[in-house]
């Protein structure tokens, strides 16, 4: 285990290795999302209660679940920067940013469309709503904020620095609903007692979480290369120059 | 010991002390903003709280069964409860589809001198419990509904 991870350390292994995969993970995302929304807007049974409004949750939760995943893997990807300096590391913490913007992006706007007909309004400012438009904020701060440097290297250690600040905000979001009164309920999947949701509803909504991650992997392996190939024209042009 | 690996542990200690002084700080910082952060008050709640008078509050909880009485056209009058208190809430205006007896509901409004809560707006809550039609309808008929209503 530590060997395979020393070898894909290395940024230009990781450029075969993430142009080798990719192809495999975008086939993953095209399955699962087809399949999933199949299941989602055919073949399951409405909600007692919202009727057909429930579909919206199949985007919207996979989404918020993704928005947290991609902030908790730039959390360990900053430790590995800030600690063992490793280049890597900040490239991947770079490249998930706007992934993740654009999952808590997805989350707060289908949140909305599905509040205004289940709570009759668009948008509160209760604990669980606030704390994902901060986390969005965040993440908005950290593409600004490794892009506004000339050096990658301080751009990179400024961006680790947010991220690891920024961390406190995952348990508040997470647990916001059960520590506060909120408009938005708690859990029903990820909690103590099981979850209570139906096993038909169950199955389109991990089918659209699976398909979730397989894009934030493409994406992922798709922006990665874009930036070492970037660097190393850099690196090229600089060459040149001198 | 080499020099590379004593930096690295300075540093890792370095973001271990941090984290645990945040997160002591940030419990504090909640604990202490709490009243902010609700975004409701329960009819119990609302007891322990002065001076709510002609201030705009928010009051939740459960439709009490049986409680709503319609006044005129539009006014409605219904009992808002947390199993251990009530409130009566008067609202004039439009209600969201999932507004009935036994549902969680959030007011906001004004409480008067009498002990009644005036309510300008009125949102549904929803539950955590997402099931299809003949579940719920199965769930009541052999008695396990653990839900509202």
Known sequence: MKNIFNFLANPSRFRIFAKNVYPFSLIGMFIFIFIGLWFSLYNSPPDYQQGETVRIMYVHVPAAWMAMMVYLSMTIMSIFSLVWRHPLADILSKCSAPIGAMFTLIALVTGSIWGKPTWGTWWVWDARLTSVFILFLIYMGHIALVRAFEDEYKGARAGAILTLFGAFNLPIIKFSVDWWNTLHQPASVIKLDGPSIHIDMMVPLVLMAFGFLFFYFSFLLINVQTELNHRKLKKLFIKKLN | ?149
Request: hydrophobic share 40%.
């Open chain 2, 1 to 149: 010991m080499n020099i590379a690996k004593l930096k690295r542990r300075k540093r890792l200690s370095v973001i271990f002390l941090a984290f645990i002084a945040i997160s002591i700080s940030g419990f504090l910082i909640l604990t202490a903003s709490r009243d902010s952060l609700i975004y409701f008050y329960s009819p119990t709640e609302l007891l322990e709280i002065k001076d709510v008078n002609n201030k705009v509050i928010r009051i939740g909880g459960l439709v009490k069964e049986e409680s709503i009485i319609s006044i005129g056209s539009s006014k409605i009058e219904f009992i808002v409860e947390d199993g251990k208190n009530y409130l009566t809430v008067n609202y004039f205006g439009i209600l969201p589809d999932l507004f009935r007896e036994g549902q969680g509901v959030i007011c906001e409004g004004k409480l008067d001198k009498n002990g009644v809560f005036l309510a300008d707006k009125i949102l549904a809550k929803h539950d955590e419990n997402y099931m299809p039609p003949e579940v719920a309808d199965a769930l009541r008929d052999n008695g396990n509904w653990k839900g509202e209503e």
